[in-house]
């Protein structure tokens, strides 16, 4: 008999465990997408705090130019490493160029860089407004009359995605140089050649279509981080949690979203 | 319950600053306010006294529309603070300063910047006028001279009357304290109220103050209600309040144990 | 430096990068003296040809493909070239490519430097490679002349001294024809010394080795050593196939010379004069001659659908014990042939068998001795012989669904036999009888069970003639089967070994 209550307790539990979680999913994406919608709502409306936006943009942009210039240009070299090895086997190695470049701008660039965003600024986002929320900070802009949403959100997301279209460019452009280097100077590729073979077969097309990823993608993550921040609950360890989360949702949704967009694009 | 209170203040007649009608709230299946009625008189101070986890933060909040109530409305002059549109809101908003419990602060800003963040953000002062507001503000809470540090360098109380200075940069008609002497010496409570005193003296304000703090809402209130299981069970002034025959009340005030909390 | 600052060069930045990879793609001259002059050229074909290809003189890069579009069924370029290419009388294009793998460009030759300049706006003639499609169209054109010299042969043959040509001709079809049968006798010779080296192979292999086990492991080093032995001959044949190839080439172009020759009249052929019995001949030569085309394609369409499978399977029986007076010779069966498909549900079977058992006569020799005091005794004398164990399985077969119904020889003895395939054809019971009319009565009873290993490779057992005591045995064997394509590849390169030799 007591045998049959917790057994049913047992199948009762895990159904409402199943329940949370997906109301707990549910939850998640239904602020993400008020964040989104709240974000859009106060960015055309007045006062518009450009001090603040340049701050974040240098935030998001120049101060990140090092980690994503980095990433980039050693994906290029390795790259370039990678696919001259490859080639070489069937004498191919003019393609090695067109190869680099195109999956740089295509694909890699922008994905790495928004990963890299994500990671830092993604997190910061989501400690930042997280310990705000949690010392009541966005309480007090409240209630000093101050929508959190266009003082904080707005700039922060807004700086995030126009920032992430140059850095991918600036991106782009430090991966194939890195490609190039490696493929003239270790590789003894002819430098003429490859410079040639770089853009041969880019289109603008592609250069476009991935610099539109990297503008999504900086949305995605900032409005993922300042979701989770935004909602923090539970002091400092509620902060951590957000922390972590943002950057590992983030990343998540960048992928996720970067297949969809990859058919949407192409 | 309320009710024979009103006839008492005398002041029925004229429109009250804030009414809070059959407000109820509750966090994760919890009530937490079960029907509030309140009604605030312009220029008046309200302290709302209360166990810890009565409800009184919460209620607080709603007054100034940080959390949107499950039912019931919150009014002010008038207008409805719960049902109107973001803008508008806002505006309604712009009449109150808050001081919350430990501050605050925007802790990415110095101390003037904390006070003059609502001038810039809502008047067009030029920068003399706001650093002029500013030294004011900051005179009236008795921290001359401390605008340039780091919020961080700061003392508790310290914090709360900066607090305090922010919330009043905008000559607010309206000051709302969130539990001021929270985790505060004695001495440095008394100095906070005498602060709140003094405040309400050269400024023509309504204050509401939420506090657990006995001596110091007697010493800044008008009126004092208590908050219980959700619902305001007595709303009298302070030497009224303090001869009312609820036993819970008696216990509070002579900070005795209650038989049932403690079982 | 100020935030406006920082930001302001972060994004020149940016742009400069971008600028770069517009400036790049869009091919926009940056740095070459003046516009660059845009020339047509029209080509027959521009497969592989982009947009923005690269222009070469002399291999330098002088240009690139601007625009490509269709006009007619022409494909019209847009050439962008450099300023100081300069194009003279003659000047032409051709669609080139670099490497195997290499982008397609177009070659420009400019035309002799004595040669006037080419006047602006004039179109360029443009050639394309000739690829594999080409190759098989001049073929076609060479036979579209080819059916053009007969037609006007047909229409203009006559006259004494065009016979002699002609006669000549037909001569020469004879020979050609001659060689022909030669070259395909020629193969057939490979095909049946092949085949006969595979019989003496299984029958080596039965005779020298009694062990099963032993037979299969030999097998496979044979297999072995034949494919390394090879290796050489196959690289060989495959330079030979290279070399006819090149030959055949020339002499299609040989012929579409001389029957473009003929076709327009040129030459004493198209100059014959009337006679009517060359007329007759020739017509009754080709009449005969596309009849007989067109028999040998009907019979090479059907072949071409026939499939030849070819087994081989080896098996122990250790039950048998050797016993002449029942025939027993060996314990173990062996057998070589093939299945020949002619359509999806029938097939023909003939194999060589190495029957364990062969067929025991007796011979009765009655002597009768007349001894000179008038009496005779007669003694009668048996003798006993046994046959040759080497039969033959020749057998038609109808596939039903998973069941294939076989009847014919059976080890040289009439009988019927029935498949049941399981397991998506990888399992396979077979039940046969056969040799109604031994001694011992009811007939030779086979069960087997057959389980395919890999596609080619089976293994199976059964029970062999278990009712009748002294011959029942258990067996159980494995063998090769090699599948249409297995074989067509197996004596492809069997019979360029062959050739290579």
Redesign the interface.
């Known amino acids: 008999m007591s045998a049959e209550q917790t057994q049913a307790s047992g199948v009762v539990g895990v159904l409402e465990s199943v329940g949370r979680k997906s109301l707990g999913l549910f939850e998640e994406i239904g602020r993400f997408f008020f964040i989104l919608h709240a974000t859009v709502y106060w960015t055309f409306r007045r006062p518009f705090d450009g001090k603040e936006w340049l701050r974040q943009m240098v935030r998001v942009g120049v101060d990140s130019l090092p980690v994503v210039g980095l990433t980039s240009m050693f994906t290029g070299m390795v790259l370039a490493l990678q696919t001259y090895r490859g080639f070489e086997r069937f004498h191919a190695e003019g393609f090695v160029a067109s190869v680099v470049s195109l999956s740089l701008t295509r694909e890699l660039a922008p994905v790495l860089a928004s990963l890299m965003i994500a990671g830092r600024v993604g997190s910061s986002l989501a400690a930042e407004l997280g310990t705000m929320r949690v010392t009541e900070q966005i309480d007090a802009l409240y209630a000093m009359a101050t929508e959190p949403i266009q003082y904080l959100v707005v700039p922060r997301v807004g700086a995030t995605t126009v920032m992430l279209p140059p850095l991918v460019a600036i991106a782009n452009g430090l991966g194939i140089f890195g490609g190039y280097a490696i493929s003239v100077a270790l590789m003894g590729a002819n430098p003429v050649t490859y410079w040639e073979k770089t853009f041969q077969y880019l289109d603008l097309n592609d250069v476009s279509s991935g610099l539109i990823k990297a503008a999504v993608f900086g949305l995605i993550l900032s409005v993922t981080g300042c979701s989770k921040g935004f909602f923090t609950t539970g002091g400092a360890e509620g902060v951590g949690r957000a922390t972590t989360s943002a950057v590992v949702m983030g990343s998540v949704v960048i992928l996720v979203s970067d297949f969809f967009l990859t058919k949407i694009l192409f | 319950m309320a009710t024979g209170e009103r006839g008492e203040s005398g002041r029925a007649a004229a429109p009250p600053k804030i009414a809070v009608i059959d407000l109820h709230k509750s966090f994760a299946g919890r009530e937490v306010l079960r029907g509030v009625n309140l009604e605030v008189e312009a220029g008046e101070s309200l302290v709302i006294v209360g166990g810890s986890g009565a409800g009184k933060s919460v209620l607080i909040?709603h007054l100034?529309?940080?959390i949107t109530p499950e039912r019931g409305h919150v009014i002010i002059d008038g207008e409805d603070l719960t049902n109107c549109e973001?803008?508008r809101c806002?505006?309604i908003?712009?009449k109150?300063?808050?001081s919350?419990?430990?501050g605050?602060?925007?802790?990415s800003m110095t101390v003037f910047e904390n006070i003059a963040?609502?001038l810039r953000?809502?008047t067009r002062m030029d920068e003399a006028a706001i650093a002029a507001r500013v030294q004011e503000c900051l005179a009236l809470v008795h921290l001359d001279g401390t605008g340039g540090k780091a919020t961080s360098e700061l003392s508790g109380g310290m914090r709360r009357r900066v607090g305090f200075a922010?919330?009043i940069s905008?000559q607010p008609e309206i000051l709302?304290f969130d539990e001021p002497d929270t985790g505060l010496d004695p001495i440095t409570s008394a100095v906070i109220d005498a602060v709140i005193v003094e405040m309400r003296k050269q400024l023509d304000v309504t204050m509401v103050t939420i506090t657990h703090n006995m001596q110091s809402a007697f010493r800044i209130a008008d009126r004092i209600a208590m908050l219980r299981n959700g619902q305001i069970t007595a709303i009298a002034r302070p030497d009224v309040f303090r001869s009312l025959a609820d036993p819970y009340i008696q216990k509070f005030l002579a900070g005795e144990p209650l038989e049932e909390e403690v079982a | 430096m100020s935030h406006t600052a920082r930001v302001g060069a972060f994004m020149l930045a940016a742009l400069v990068v971008l600028g770069v990879f517009i400036i790049k793609i869009e091919e926009i001259p940056i740095g070459t003296r003046g516009n660059r002059v845009r020339v047509q050229a029209v080509f027959p074909s521009v497969a592989g040809l982009d947009e923005k290809s690269a222009v070469r003189v002399a291999g330098v890069r002088v240009g690139i493909v601007e625009r490509i579009s269709l006009q007619g069924d022409r494909a019209v370029t847009t050439l962008a070239l450099d300023p100081d290419v300069v194009l003279h009388q003659g000047a032409r294009a051709e669609v080139s490519s670099l490497g195997m793998l290499g982008d397609k460009y177009v070659e420009l030759y400019p035309g002799l430097p004595s040669a006037p300049p080419l006047p602006a706006g004039t179109t360029l003639n443009g050639t394309s490679p000739v690829g594999f499609d080409q190759a098989l169209k001049s073929f076609n054109s060479a036979f579209e002349n080819i059916d053009a010299v007969t037609g006007s042969l047909r229409g203009s043959l006559a006259g004494p001294e065009g016979q002699k040509r002609l006669d000549e001709i037909l001569d020469n079809i004879r020979q050609l024809t001659a060689s022909v049968r030669d070259l395909v006798q020629a193969n057939r010779a490979n095909v049946d010394a092949t085949m006969a080296n595979m019989r003496d192979f299984s029958q080596s292999l039965k005779t020298e080795l009694p062990r099963l086990a032993d037979k299969l492991a030999v097998f496979a080093d044979h297999l072995d050593a034949l494919v390394a032995a090879n290796r050489g001959n196959l690289d060989a044949s495959i330079a030979n196939v290279r070399q006819v190839t090149a030959e055949m080439r020339t002499t299609v172009d040989n012929i579409n010379k001389i029957t473009g020759k003929i076709a327009s009249g040129q030459g004493s052929v198209g100059k014959l004069v009337n006679d009517s019995t060359t007329v007759d001949n020739l017509n009754s030569t080709l009449t005969s001659a596309r009849g007989a085309a067109d028999t040998l394609k009907n019979t090479i369409g059907r072949a071409e659908r026939w499939q030849l499978d070819m087994n081989m399977r080896a098996e122990a029986l250790p039950g048998l014990t050797k016993n002449r007076a029942l025939g027993v010779l060996y314990n173990s069966r062996s057998a070589f042939g093939l299945d020949l498909h002619t359509t999806p549900n029938r097939f023909y079977r003939l194999e060589l068998v190495d029957s364990p058992v062969g067929r025991v006569n007796n011979y009765t020799q009655t002597i009768t001795s007349i001894y000179p005091d008038g009496t005779s005794h007669s003694v009668v004398q048996e003798t006993q012989r046994i046959s040759d164990t080497n039969t033959v399985n020749a057998q038609v077969g109808f596939q039903y669904e998973d069941y294939t119904f076989r009847a014919g020889l059976f080890e040289s003895r009439g009988g019927v036999g029935i498949d049941r395939a399981l397991l998506n054809r990888r399992l396979q019971l077979t039940l046969e009888a056969y040799d109604f009319s031994r001694q011992v009565k009811p007939p030779h009873i086979r069960f087997e069970t057959r389980y395919f290993l890999t596609r080619n490779l089976f293994a199976f057992a059964g029970l062999d003639d278990p009712v009748w005591a002294q011959a029942r045995s258990v067996l159980f064997g494995g063998g090769v089967t090699w599948r249409d394509e297995d074989v067509k590849y197996l004596l492809g390169t069997m019979s360029s070994i062959g050739a290579g030799k």
Do not use: N, S, T, V
Request: hydrophobic share 55%.
């Open positions: 909040k100034i529309g940080l973001p803008a806002l505006a908003r712009r109150f300063g808050m919350f419990q430990e605050a602060l925007f802790d963040f609502p953000r809502h922010r919330a905008l709302l």
